[in-house]
Nanobody
Framework: QVQLVESGGGLVQAGASLRLSCTAS????????LGWFRQAPGKERDFVAA????????YYRNSVKGRFTISRDNAKNTVYLEMTSLKPEDTAVYYC???????????????????WGQGTQVSVSS
């Protein structure tokens, strides 16, 4: 069993920064790919970023490249998403997720992730 808990969301103005954290408990997720997804009301859950277990490979959706940075600390069983230059279109509930080593290769597909957090709200006003 793995429990994921996100924190760090909030209401900010455009151009501000936020740092999201997601800590896993129950077992180590050091062998898992960790990802961030986001979902606005009435819209699909979209891929945001992912990081492989080694930390050597990161992936981002195009709209956040250069603004968001994903990182992980396996000793803390935690993944982070540093968000800068936030835009109103970044407003969504942000979820962290863990993809098992045995799952299919694509880090972009939500269904490949086994464990999910409850989400944290990020709201960006203009």
């Amino acid at each position: 069993q793995v429990q994921l808990v996100e924190s760090g969301g909030g209401l900010v103005q455009a151009g501000a920064s936020l740092r999201l954290s997601c800590t896993a408990s129950g077992r180590s997720v050091s062998g898992y790919t960790l990802g961030w997804f986001r979902q606005a009301p009435g819209k699909e859950r979209d891929f945001v970023a992912a990081i492989t277990r080694s930390g050597g490979n990161t992936y981002y959706r195009n709209s956040v490249k250069g603004r968001f940075t994903i990182s992980r600390d396996n000793a803390k069983n935690t993944v982070y998403l540093e968000m800068t230059s936030l835009k109103p279109e970044d407003t969504a509930v942000y979820y962290c997720a863990a993809k098992p080593p045995s799952s299919a290769a694509s880090v972009y597909v939500a269904s490949r992730y086994e464990y999910w957090g409850q989400g944290t709200q990020v709201s960006v006003s203009s």
